[in-house]
């Protein structure tokens, strides 16, 4: 079982919902195999309800899972670990504080484990008290080299930098993608994210060095009656992907 996702030229990998594991084999077919499929851990009443349904569609994708926290609640960190744990996915989404959680009950360091550090209004400054209590106190902000540098502490592999609003805090995304390339560390941009600003959002990363990008576009690309992400989405990202990716 395959634990490192299949990045296009060893560059990028897509990550978006499934709504269901039939659009789960549709998405991974649509981005021909570069991508890594959200299923989200606060979808779940329990942690063994949610393994036994996570294998099923880790078994239909070549394991390419992201266990998902749920629009980044703190709340859900443990379980994503738990599940972790027992699935043995491809990505793990974390807030800053359930990174060395995951990755200790994970036993390995191949998957990818992110740690979500959000935008503060300042480049150069991010916010990581985004844990189950860190999130209710007073903002912990640091510099961005810190905090790559406490996460690569705890056993992270990339940045999840959310809510990033599109192309609204540009300028601090920018200073995060320098960071990231400066200090060989992986970025996950998401929040905002659609078929307009990816292009750019992905140029910003890939023209700063950063060497592996990992781009979250999420409720753009679902359609809102059947809450599946739309395959033919997915097809034009993977082409903006290749065109911006040599």
Known sequence: MKLTPNFYRDRVCLNVLAGSKENASAIYEAAEGHVLVGVLSKNYPDVATAVADMRDYAARID???????????????????????????????????GVATSRALLGQSETVVNGLVSPTGTPGLVKISTGPLSSQAADGVVPIETAIALLKD??????????????TC?????????????????????GGIDLDNFGEIL?????????????HVYS????????????ADVCQLMAITQKLVQ
């Open 63 to 97: 394991n390419a899972l992201s266990v998902g926290l749920g629009a980044g609640d703190p709340n859900q960190s443990a379980m994503v670990s738990a599940i972790a744990r027992e699935v043995q996915p491809q990505h793990v989404n974390q807030v800053f504080t």
């Open 154 to 167: 705890m056993g992270g592999s990339s940045v999840k930098y959310f809510p990033m609003g599109g192309l």
């Open 170 to 190: 540009r300028d601090e995304y920018l200073a995060v993608a320098e960071a990231c390339a400066r200090y060989d560390f992986w970025l996950e941009p998401t």
């Open 203 to 215: 140029q910003i990363a890939l023209e700063a060095g950063v060497r592996k990008i990992i781009p």
């Open 220 to 231: 753009s690309i679902i359609d809102k009656v059947s809450g599946d992400t739309r395959p």
